[in-house]
């Protein structure tokens, strides 16, 4: 099992443009997390898929983030436009049983210059 | 209000001292409770969890943590600190098994000094 796969990796973007960032999670979980992590606000919940069905975004920062999952192999987090305060490091993670945890990705860190 | 609270964001320790990592949680029911690792530039990594089945758990490297309900803990703890065992160490619960929603502590920062 490759585990819950994350691209890009590092993305450098200048303020105003679209960014995408992938994730693929692991073949039969069926929940999907989008996180984000910084120095300030450590470790924040954004959205959560299960069946490919969002549940719960309350913790999306603001209407330039949208998360998408059309598909059980598959979710995008948009961020249009991007500003410096989205920097981050931006984690998916998927889960099988609730009682099993998560398993995360490495990560995509978003530079907006 | 805040579900789970990891006591001290630096901890430094010797190499081969015991290391202590304190989490207490908020819940009026047992939650499912977990410690993750994260080595620099890294993801998290499960360390181990609890989910009402023995109250104290053995995780991966030597770790292990055990779930005292009367003081709300879940403390996290190795007898001998190695320097691979640097790294930030979240504590996490799963309040609800309906949502699955994992909320993190704060984290702490382990150093082990040679």
């Known amino acids: 099992d490759a585990g819950v796969i994350q691209s890009p990796r590092h993305e450098v973007t200048e303020m105003g443009q679209e960014v995408t960032l992938r994730c693929k999670p692991i073949?039969?979980?069926?929940?999907l997390f989008w996180y984000r992590q910084t120095m300030m606000r450590g470790l924040e919940l954004l959205i959560y898929?299960?069946?490919?069905?969002?549940?719960?975004d309350s913790g999306m920062p603001e209407d330039r983030f949208s998360a998408k999952m059309p598909n059980a192999s598959f979710s995008t987090l948009k961020i249009q436009p991007s500003e410096p305060r989205d920097s981050a490091v931006y984690f998916c993670?998927?889960?099988?049983?609730?009682?099993?945890?998560?398993?995360f990705g490495s990560g995509t860190r978003l530079t907006v210059v | 209000a805040q579900s789970v609270t990891q006591l001290g964001s630096h901890v430094s320790v010797s190499e081969g001292a015991l290391v202590l990592l304190r989490c207490n949680y908020s819940?009026?029911?047992?939650?499912?409770l977990f410690w993750y690792v994260q080595y620099p530039n890294q993801g998290l990594q499960l360390l181990l969890k609890?989910?009402?089945?023995?109250?104290l758990v053995k995780g991966i490297n030597g770790f292990e943590a055990e779930f005292k309900k009367s003081e709300t803990s879940f403390h996290l703890t190795k007898p001998s600190a190695h320097m691979s065992d640097a790294a930030e160490y979240f504590c996490?619960?799963?309040?609800?098994?309906?949502?699955?929603?994992?909320?993190f502590g704060q984290g702490t920062t382990l150093q082990v000094k040679p």
């Open positions: 993670a998927s889960s099988g049983q609730v009682n099993y945890g998560y398993t």
């Open positions: 819940s009026s029911v047992p939650p499912y």
């Open positions: 609890y989910t009402s089945a023995a109250t």
């Open positions: 996490a619960v799963i309040l609800s098994s309906n949502t699955g929603k994992l909320i």
């Open positions: 898929f299960n069946n490919n069905v969002p549940i719960d």
């Open positions: 073949s039969g979980h069926n929940s």
